[in-house]
Each structure stands twice: as C-alpha cells, then as structure tokens.
C-alpha cells in the first residue's frame, strides 16, 4: 500500500509526472550512454582517457537534458489533452512517422530546405550534435541549427503552454 501523510496538489502531480517522464527518458537514453563511455574508458588508460574526452561525457548529459526536457513537456501535454491511448498513439505516430516524411516530401517538391524544420528528431539531432562539439562548418549550417533550437525551444513553450491550461481547467473542475 501506498500512504501520503498529506493529500497533494496538482502543481506536485504535475512535476512529478514531469520528473518520471525524464527519469524514463534518462534511463533509456542517457544512463546507457554514460555507462558505455565509462566502459570504453577503463579498457585502455584511463586517466588518459577521461582526461582527453571529459567533453563526450558533458555532451551525453547535455543531450540527454535536451531529450528529456524536450520530448517530456511534448509528451505530458499530449497526455493531458488525450487521455485515452489510441489519440495518444496515433498524435505520437504523426510526430515522429509522419512528419519527418511529410517534411522530407516537401523539402524536395518545393526545394526548400526549411520544410526539414517540420522533422523535430533532425533538429534535436541537430542540437544535440552540438553538444558533443561538433562544429558547423558553413554559415548555412549555422543558420539551420539557430532555426532548430526555435522550433525546440518553441515546441518546449507551446508544450508547457498547453499543460498550464490543462492544470487549470483541472482546478476549476475539482
């Protein structure tokens, strides 16, 4: 059984679903990068090792950051609109199935690479390959990577938006 000592708030149900969401998110992503670069560290010399790529460490932390905070605003805010787990699936599926080919249909018809923008994995991917230190190389790629952490930073904004609405239409009915 599980006892509270005292009744909780929404605000507290929130963050907590908010936090596992992350520890999820952490568990599946970035607990196992952190222990395979802990493994490729002790088969050589270690201190040598950590010493010189102390950066790939700081780079798995800050993606699985962008991860977690990322996809679990946008994930608790699917959740709280579409309770039931069809909606729930088939929004998920177009997020991450259809959109990416829906973006890649139109980058190509219109020959616009702006439309890629639309794929919200590549732009994590694009910032998260910042974090392991990987250096744009020409200004368009620079360009592209400032437009991805918009739609990410947007997509966080709107997803918290949304969650705030619904925690207060929760209060008011309660």
């Known amino acids: 059984t599980f006892y509270l ?31 395979l670069f802990l493994e490729q560290g002790m088969l050589g010399d270690t201190a040598k090792y950590f010493g010189e790529n102390y950066n790939i460490a700081i780079g798995i932390l800050g993606y699985g950051l962008l991860i977690s905070v990322t996809l679990g605003l946008l994930l ?21 199935f259809f959109l990416p080919v829906l973006s890649e249909i139109l980058s190509k018809v219109f020959d616009d690479r702006q439309w890629r ?12 390959s910042r974090c392991f230190g990987e250096a744009a190389v020409r200004s368009r790629d620079v360009a592209q990577l400032s437009e991805a952490v918009v739609v990410i930073v947007v997509v966080c904004i709107v997803s918290f938006i949304a969650i705030m609405i619904r925690i207060r239409q929760q209060r008011h009915q309660s």
């Open 117 to 128: 923008l639309l794929n919200l994995w590549r732009d994590i991917y694009a910032v998260g």
């Open 5 to 35: 000592s005292r009744r909780i708030n929404v605000l507290h149900y929130t963050v907590g679903k908010l936090l596992a969401i992350g520890l999820l998110v952490s568990l599946t992503t970035t607990l196992p990068a952190l222990v």
């Open 76 to 96: 608790f805010a699917l959740v709280s609109w579409m309770p039931r787990p069809v909606p729930l699936v088939m929004s998920w599926a177009c997020l991450f």
